[in-house]
């Protein structure tokens, strides 16, 4: 038996209160939860979008206090529940057979903070649910990069997108946990299309753009 169980941990860090409505609870209660999961998938509206976007839920209220409690906080009871919103924004994108999912790259500097690496889990755990692939098959641009990347074409691809990705034969679905103005997805579905990947939509967990009245 474990003497340092892991709701106790989880209590140390976040208290024992609803980080949406206070009420007593580790992370989240079962009532915010049920709202959560009680929204539909809806389809994601910002210009320069080239694939269907698809979003589990609004960002606001609750996931602006849920996902930066995951990230940054260490609410790990909290995976379960977003990679079960992540599922259903994939699966409103209607994978076909074969399909990677691959995550917008988070911010190295991020990562390490943090520890790990959040959309890459969300990732693995959504693409184990739906018995589907995840692959990090895109990376951020860094200096070297940017020497390696020198003449006319280069700097082209470069002003491009801060984004390389790798060749990929699959239909891809790019994810994230958060839309705001969808430039990390917009750059990261076109890294992605001129290694000759076919990207077929994206998906998140929260749109920013939307109240929770939506
Ligand atoms: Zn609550």
Redesign the pocket.
């Given at each position: 038996m474990c003497a340092f169980p892991f709701q106790d941990f989880a209590s140390l860090l976040l208290g024992t209160r609803?980080?949406?409505?206070?009420?007593p609870?580790v992370a989240?209660?079962p009532?915010?939860?049920e709202r959560i999961i009680g929204k539909a998938p809806h389809q994601v509206r910002r210009c320069g979008l080239s694939v269907p976007t698809w979003a589990a839920n609004p960002y606001r209220p609750e996931l602006a206090r849920l996902i930066p409690a995951f990230k940054d906080d260490g609410a790990w009871s909290l995976v379960r529940l977003l990679s079960c919103r992540l599922a259903m924004a994939v699966v409103a994108c209607r994978p076909p057979t074969g399909t990677v999912l691959v995550p917008v790259p988070s911010q190295p500097a991020a990562v390490r903070r943090r520890g790990i690496d959040h959309t890459w889990m969300l990732a693995r755990r959504v693409a184990r649910a739906l018995g589907i692939e995840a692959a990090r098959l895109l990376r951020r641009l860094n200096g070297g990069d940017a020497q390696r990347l020198q003449g006319r074409a280069g700097r082209e691809r470069l002003s491009e997108s801060r984004f390389l990705g790798t060749t990929c034969r699959s239909p891809v679905i790019v994810i994230d946990d958060v839309v705001t103005t969808g430039t990390s997805l917009t750059v990261s579905c076109e890294a992605m299309r001129r290694c000759g990947a076919t990207v077929i939509a994206a998906a998140v967990i929260g749109d920013a753009n939307l109240s929770g009245k939506y």
């Amino acid at each position: 038996m474990c003497a340092f169980p892991f709701q106790d941990f989880a209590s140390l860090l976040l208290g024992t209160r609803c980080l949406v409505c206070g009420a007593p609870a580790v992370a989240c209660c079962p009532a915010c939860r049920e709202r959560i999961i009680g929204k539909a998938p809806h389809q994601v509206r910002r210009c320069g979008l080239s694939v269907p976007t698809w979003a589990a839920n609004p960002y606001r209220p609750e996931l602006a206090r849920l996902i930066p409690a995951f990230k940054d906080d260490g609410a790990w009871s909290l995976v379960r529940l977003l990679s079960c919103r992540l599922a259903m924004a994939v699966v409103a994108c209607r994978p076909p057979t074969g399909t990677v999912l691959v995550p917008v790259p988070s911010q190295p500097a991020a990562v390490r903070r943090r520890g790990i690496d959040h959309t890459w889990m969300l990732a693995r755990r959504v693409a184990r649910a739906l018995g589907i692939e995840a692959a990090r098959l895109l990376r951020r641009l860094n200096g070297g990069d940017a020497q390696r990347l020198q003449g006319r074409a280069g700097r082209e691809r470069l002003s491009e997108s801060r984004f390389l990705g790798t060749t990929c034969r699959s239909p891809v679905i790019v994810i994230d946990d958060v839309v705001t103005t969808g430039t990390s997805l917009t750059v990261s579905c076109e890294a992605m299309r001129r290694c000759g990947a076919t990207v077929i939509a994206a998906a998140v967990i929260g749109d920013a753009n939307l109240s929770g009245k939506y």
